[in-house]
């Protein structure tokens, strides 16, 4: 079975059954609108962390970027990144801060 995806672009992606040192895995070609090839060999045993990792990347796709702090001191009601983090007094915004 090979699994093919063409974007609107018209880059194209292809997953076939291949090889990697010796063991099964399964081999990426990508090509660009230009002809240009990649290729990638996943391993088999890492096939599921790489589905988990398109996952985890498409719900972070879904809901946008992480919200910014506003920062300058603004207050933190104001803040999308504050909102729920219960801020010490005086609930300024820390800015940039984690
Ligand atoms: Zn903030």
């Given at each position: 079975m090979t699994f093919h995806y063409?974007?609107?672009d018209g880059h194209r992606i292809e997953a076939t059954p291949g090889y990697v040192a010796e063991s099964a895995a399964v081999s990426f070609m990508a090509w660009n609108a230009y002809g240009d090839t990649i290729r990638v060999d996943i391993p088999v045993a890492r096939v599921e962390e790489?589905?988990?990792g398109i996952r985890d990347t498409a719900r972070?796709?879904?809901i946008g970027p992480n919200p910014q702090h506003i920062g300058?001191?603004?207050?933190a009601e104001d803040c999308p990144a504050c909102i729920g983090?219960?801020?010490?007094?005086?609930f300024l915004c820390p800015g940039g801060q984690p």
């Open positions: 063409t974007d609107p790489l589905i988990a972070q796709a879904a300058n001191q603004a207050n983090t219960n801020p010490p007094y005086p």
